[in-house]
């Protein structure tokens, strides 16, 4: 599997942003699948998780009721729609893909394949 994301941009505070991240190759289906992001100097950090199903969604606190993770099996792709962005959402975002389910992950654990990334830059 390879993942490829795009959809980063310069925005204004309290614009949107929609991400994608599609994968290539087979049993995309079998994979859950996670946002994170990172800033210089930081860990990478988690944003946002969806499973195989969208009946397992997780969120980071500081981007409840802002970002929306969503999937479509059919097109291989993940998604995540960001609004009302905040300066402090601006970092280069990665989606990564896993054959297990974590409610909150952090980089260290057990991802399959990350993508490039993609930059998000938010003006105050």
């Known amino acids: 599997v390879q993942l490829q994301a795009c959809g980063g941009g310069l925005v204004q505070a309290g614009r949107s942003l929609r991400l994608s991240c599609a994968a290539s190759?087979?049993?995309?289906?079998?994979?859950?699948m996670y946002w994170f992001r990172q800033t210089p100097g930081k860990e990478r950090e988690f944003v946002a998780g969806?499973?195989?199903?969208?009946?397992?969604?997780f969120y980071e606190d500081s981007v409840k009721g802002r970002f929306t993770i969503s999937r479509d099996n059919a097109k291989n792709t993940m998604y995540l729609q960001m609004n009302s962005l905040k300066p402090e959402d601006t970092a280069v975002y990665y989606c990564?893909?896993?054959?297990?389910?974590?409610?909150?992950?952090?980089?260290?654990?057990?991802?399959?394949?990350w993508g490039q990334g993609t930059l998000v830059t938010v003006s105050s």
């Open positions: 969806i499973g195989r199903t969208t009946s397992f969604i």
């Open positions: 990564a893909v896993s054959r297990n389910v974590y409610s909150a992950p952090k980089e260290s654990y057990d991802f399959d394949y």
């Open positions: 190759g087979r049993n995309f289906r079998n994979y859950s």
